[in-house]
């Protein structure tokens, strides 16, 4: 995966985790169902990983959430 964990933030208002993401100098805030750069989509978030389909070729990537 070309992305980096780089924390989260749970929306008091709505109860949705967002989930903080790097490539490079780009941030990116998802949260499950969001799609970064036309290719990946957020799968599933859980307290010990994110899961990720690669649209293209529709695989499954996990990526660790560090700490948990």
Same mark, same amino acid.
């Given at each position: 995966l070309?992305?980096?964990y780089a924390g989260q933030l749970g929306d008091p208002?709505?109860?949705?985790?967002?989930?903080?993401l790097t490539r490079g100098d780009t941030v990116y805030a998802v949260s499950a169902g969001d799609v970064i750069e036309e290719s990946y989509r957020i799968q599933a978030i859980t307290d010990r990983q994110i899961t990720f389909v690669?649209? #293209?070729t529709k695989a499954q990537q996990t990526l660790?959430? #560090?700490?948990?």
């Open positions: 070309p992305f980096v208002q709505t109860g949705k985790l967002i989930i903080y690669y649209l #293209p660790a959430v #560090p700490g948990n």
